[in-house]
């Protein structure tokens, strides 16, 4: 009998990595008649090295990211995949996406993309991938080519 992933979910955070996870996503669940979840994690350590911190600046994250998930949705919808929803979270992204989402929506399918970190920012910080990877309650695809299965193009 074949795997069939009924609730896929993929990262999102703006990265070229992260798009063609996207792309690959649609059609997963496509394939398999299934629901597409479009995460994304806005990671609010990144506001406490702010000294004077206000709300506009996670209001303006919060109101991208929306934006950018209704894009990624409509290309989906566009490409055959009816049943797509998401959410935004605050918070550290590596616990989020690797246990919390999936428990929290029945998930069992995590397409992500590969690191855009070089190997000094992996070192000191560690990357998502690594760490949905080794500490996910469910499958996970690392996406690392486009729809073709080529790698990208050098930037």
Known sequence: MLQQYKRIMVAVDGSSEAELAFKKAVNVAKRNQGELFLAHVIDTRAFQTVSSFDGMLAEQAT??????????????????????????????????????????????????????????????????????????TCDVLVVRTDLENHLPEAE
Do not use: W
Not at 66 to 72: A, G, M, N, P
Not at 94 to 106: E, G, R, T, W
């Open 63 to 136: 109101e991208l990211a929306k934006q950018t998930l209704e894009d990624y949705k409509k290309i989906a919808h566009d490409n055959g995949c009816d049943n797509v929803t998401y959410t935004i979270e605050y918070g550290s992204p590596k616990p989020i996406i690797a246990k919390q989402l999936p428990k929290d929506h029945n998930i069992d399918l995590i397409m992500i993309g590969a690191t855009g970190l070089n190997a000094v920012e992996r070192l000191f910080i560690g990357s998502v991938s690594e760490y949905v990877i080794r500490n996910a």
